[in-house]
């Protein structure tokens, strides 16, 4: 089948797990045969992805990747546009106009600004991307998350195709009962107007029906997942000393705990003193977590890297002991896949979605930073604990590929194109946004 993705993240443009999990999923769609189109903001930076073919928005060629053996093919079967814009999925619409009007931070390219205002950007690149719809055939929309929403809705106009919604995260999730109800406006309208729901877990299945009413039959849960590739890699490096890592990755925002990571790391060195903690990834506590750590005198062993990426990523994870994803409110987190690929024990929130799968993470309430803290000293001071970790991760990696979850999408693909066919004087609304 032919696919019109819309996301917001894709190698190398990456602030999060989304642009890991849509390289994923479209390699092992592109592997069953199926053709995607993926439209993304502005992508100036050579593409990772060896399997396809990174083009502007007028066609030309930025770059090209060798392919590995066996994945010629596959350059025929993906193909990205990437749109002038500066969006994130992470960005609140208050942080988005920080950055444009202060020039900070990694999103900044002058000729890629719209303008100001978050809610406005969303909609012109929904027009922006509506302009590709009209040139491409496709069977199938597949859209990521509530800023695809405009964009979605205005290529099912022009086309009459099905819109599948693929949700990673939830306002609810990014920020808790304090949310932009323009976004929960838009949020809501994608869900409700999405032919299918892809949701990432269980519990953001229950929290779509919960708190947006949808019927739940709507609703598939498809986890994420690393490719067999991934999976068998193993990486470690030589390290001097007998000083154990533990690591934070990710966005040091509200959504993702570093709070508790803080205060757990505390109460460690209290009975440890041979530990080094790392908080890799930058966000707006970042600040108030420096802050928090000088107050606990815990600077000498306490580091902060900023943003990671790439190889940095990966040296990272192999230099690390233990890996602690203490989230608030997780609809997933495929960050404890990627400590696994690494042979790197895993503590992990029980508020999150991979959680769900996991059976040999161990598991805590991430308000509870006793517990978080009595777990990571029993890792550390126990290495057979952790190499029976280590080892069982690896099995489970295994059985959580992105080739399973790809065959499960392509079912929903085939429901939704049937459906769609067999509907008679279907009338198509637009987004409101998109109206003006």
């Given at each position: 089948m032919r696919i019109l993705m819309f996301g917001w993240e894709f190698p190398p443009r990456m602030s999060g797990g989304l642009g890991t999990a849509c390289f994923g999923m479209t390699k092992a769609l592109a592997g069953l045969g199926h053709?995607?189109?993926?439209?993304?903001?502005?992508?100036g930076e050579t593409s990772d992805a060896p399997f396809l073919d990174l083009v502007s928005a007028s066609g030309i060629p930025l770059s090209g990747t060798d392919p590995e053996e066996g994945e010629t093919e596959l350059l025929r079967r993906l193909t990205v546009h990437p749109l002038p814009a500066l969006l994130s999925p992470y960005l609140s619409a208050d942080r988005y106009r920080s950055l444009f009007l202060s020039g900070e931070g990694r999103f900044l390219d002058t000729a890629a600004v719209y303008g100001p205002d978050l809610i406005a950007e969303v909609t012109r690149y929904g027009r922006a991307a509506g302009a590709v719809t009209r040139r491409l055939s496709f069977e199938i929309i597949h859209a990521h998350d509530w800023m695809t929403v405009p964009a979605a809705l205005l290529a099912r106009r022009i086309s009459g195709k099905p819109i599948i919604l693929h949700v990673h995260s939830l306002e609810y999730d990014r920020s808790g009962e304090n949310v932009n109800h323009e976004i929960l406006e838009i949020e809501r309208e994608g869900l409700g107007k999405a032919d299918r729901i892809i949701a990432v877990s269980h519990r953001t299945k229950r929290m779509?029906?919960?708190?947006?009413?949808?019927?739940?039959?709507?609703?598939?849960?498809?986890?994420?997942?690393?490719?067999?590739?991934?999976?068998?890699?193993?990486?470690?490096?030589?390290?001097?000393?007998?000083?154990?890592?533990?690591?934070?990755?990710?966005?040091?925002?509200?959504?993702?705990?570093?709070?508790?990571?803080?205060?757990?790391?505390?109460?460690?060195?209290?009975?440890?003193?041979?530990?080094?903690?790392?908080?890799?990834?930058?966000?707006?506590?970042?600040?108030?977590?420096?802050?928090?750590?000088?107050?606990?005198?815990?600077?000498?062993?306490?580091?902060?890297?900023?943003?990671?990426?790439?190889?940095?990523?990966?040296?990272?994870?192999?230099?690390?002991?233990?890996?602690?994803m203490p989230s608030v409110s997780e609809p997933f987190g495929i960050s404890p896949l990627e400590a696994m690929m690494y042979d790197v024990p895993v503590i992990l929130s029980r508020q999150s979605g991979v959680a769900e799968i996991l059976k040999h993470a161990l598991k805590v309430d991430f308000w509870d930073v006793r517990e978080m803290a009595a777990k990571i000293i029993a890792v550390l001071k126990h290495p057979v604990l952790a190499g029976e970790m280590a080892e069982k991760a690896r099995e489970e990696l295994r059985k959580i590929r992105w080739e399973t979850a790809a065959e499960l999408i392509a079912e929903i693909y085939r429901e939704a194109a049937s459906v769609r066919r067999n509907r008679n004087g279907d009338r198509f609304e637009i987004c409101p946004h998109m109206r003006k």
């Open positions: 053709r995607i189109t993926f439209v993304l903001p502005h992508a779509i029906v919960e708190r947006y009413g949808i019927p739940q039959e709507k609703i598939s849960v498809i986890y994420n997942a690393v490719t067999r590739a991934e999976a068998q890699r193993v990486y470690r490096v030589e390290r001097k000393g007998d000083r154990k890592m533990v690591l934070f990755l990710g966005r040091i925002t509200f959504q993702k705990g570093p709070d508790y990571f803080v205060e757990a790391a505390a109460k460690v060195l209290q009975v440890l003193s041979d530990v080094t903690f790392v908080m890799a990834g930058a966000g707006n506590m970042m600040g108030q977590m420096i802050e928090r750590v000088g107050e606990l005198g815990i600077g000498n062993s306490f580091h902060f890297t900023g943003f990671l990426q790439g190889e940095e990523i990966e040296r990272i994870f192999s230099m690390s002991d233990l890996y602690v």
